[in-house]
């Protein structure tokens, strides 16, 4: 297992050295500086996941996806929400190329 420990104390090292991982972590604590923004962007996360994850029909899907663009429509416009969006959206995308990778790599099902 030490191999193993190894290994993953060098990714988790990686992951921290990397240029997505570190501007995600610029804009968050530029965007924990406004508490009430904060809050209204989680909402905003928090919401998206639900609707991303709910199991309504693609009709009634489509009706309230555009619901929640036109609520937050202007929270999104703002530029501080739109960089912290935009640097979540890219640290997520790599950490799901690496577990996917990972995946991949060991053939589990």
Do not use: W
């Not at 928090?46 to 693609?58: C, G, H, K, T």
């Not at 309230?64 to 929400?81: I, N, Q």
């Amino acid at each position: 297992m030490s191999n193993v420990s190894d290994a993953v104390d060098g990714l988790v090292e990686a992951i921290l050295e990397s240029d997505e991982y570190n501007r995600y972590q610029g804009i968050l604590q530029k965007l924990k500086r406004y508490p009430e923004l904060k809050e209204k962007v989680d909402e905003f996360r928090l919401r998206n996941f639900e609707l991303q994850n709910s199991d309504m029909d693609r009709y009634r899907l489509m009706e309230e996806t555009d619901r929640f663009e036109k609520e937050y429509e202007k929270l999104r416009s703002d530029p501080m929400v739109h960089r912290f969006l935009s640097e979540e959206l890219a640290f997520c995308r790599m950490m799901q190329g690496v577990f996917g990778e990972i995946m991949q790599a060991i053939d589990f099902e």
